[in-house]
């Protein structure tokens, strides 16, 4: 595997809105290893949702928690990774699609993993003790890998 | 932080129109379910939720304008929801919503997309 470079770290407390920093960053980013179009719109909107997550679900909306973003390359991928602490609920469940008949319940209604899967390339899900790990990574065009 | 929410409920001729403005997260509940229950009160039958003016829309957004969906439906109502741009047209069709979008652009005009009512359940 090639080495991977660590490019941004970006911790934003647990507080709804303060996702919408993680994808300004991760636009910036994104936009300066050559992905553009709907793929930044996906990337945007799966970090989003991995945040909302972790800030809900992994933190607990304790607000001085913070949600820690990691931005990195291994020279084919643009990695993003979302981490939690772990003090609330540690097993994700995965969402799926709407049934209009029976409406979703609750907040997200688990609909937010759905998207994370749909949108990006690759994702892998670590849950410990400790917190929730959500792994995306998103290919880099051809053009940006030479 | 967010961008703040507002909807406004336009009533015309044959279908009234809810406007959304601003951010459409979880916390979106409690403006449009005012603005459906004004429409309502004001004899709305025919409703189009338009988003054009939203350029961010979280899953819990999307879980409200889903059960505000159901709901009309449930009174023998119809509510189309217009205006999405490109990625959340993307994201509706993923969603299994796609049969609950109307697109302005498409042939024939908004009687159409209100054509198969049913009753309330």
């Known amino acids: 595997m090639p080495n991977k470079q660590r490019l941004v770290e970006l911790r934003i407390p647990s507080v709804f809105g303060y996702e919408k920093v993680a994808m300004a960053t991760v636009t910036a980013v994104a936009t300066r290893l050559g992905i553009t179009g709907e793929r930044i719109s996906d990337l945007r909107t799966a970090v989003a949702e991995a945040c909302i997550n972790a800030i809900e ?19 084919r991928h643009l990695l993003v990774d979302v981490r939690d602490r772990g003090l609330g609920e540690t097993k994700p469940r995965m969402g799926k699609m709407v049934d209009i008949q029976n409406p979703p319940t609750g907040p997200h209604a688990n609909m937010g993993l759905f998207l994370i899967h749909a949108l990006v390339d690759e994702v892998d899900i670590v849950c410990r003790a400790s917190g929730t790990h959500v792994h995306m990574a998103m290919r880099l065009p051809e053009m940006a890998l030479h | 932080m967010a961008q703040e929410l507002r909807v406004t409920v336009q009533p015309q001729a044959a279908v009234t129109i809810l406007e959304v403005r601003g951010d459409v997260t979880m916390d979106a509940e409690g403006e449009l379910a005012t603005a459906y229950e004004t429409a309502i009160a004001a004899g709305a039958q025919d409703l189009i939720l338009s988003l054009a003016g939203t350029e961010y829309m979280s899953s819990g957004g999307i879980a409200v304008i889903t059960n505000l969906v159901h709901a009309a439906q449930a009174s023998g109502r119809i509510m189309k929801i217009s205006g999405l741009n490109p990625h959340y047209q993307k994201i509706f069709r993923m969603m299994g919503l796609a049969q609950y979008c109307w697109d302005p652009a498409a042939p024939g005009d908004y009687r159409g997309a209100f054509a198969n009512r049913k009753e309330p359940s």
Do not use: E, K, W
């Open chain 1, 57 to 75: 679900y992994g933190n607990g909306s304790v607000a001085d928690v913070p949600v820690v973003i990691t931005m990195s390359t291994d020279g």
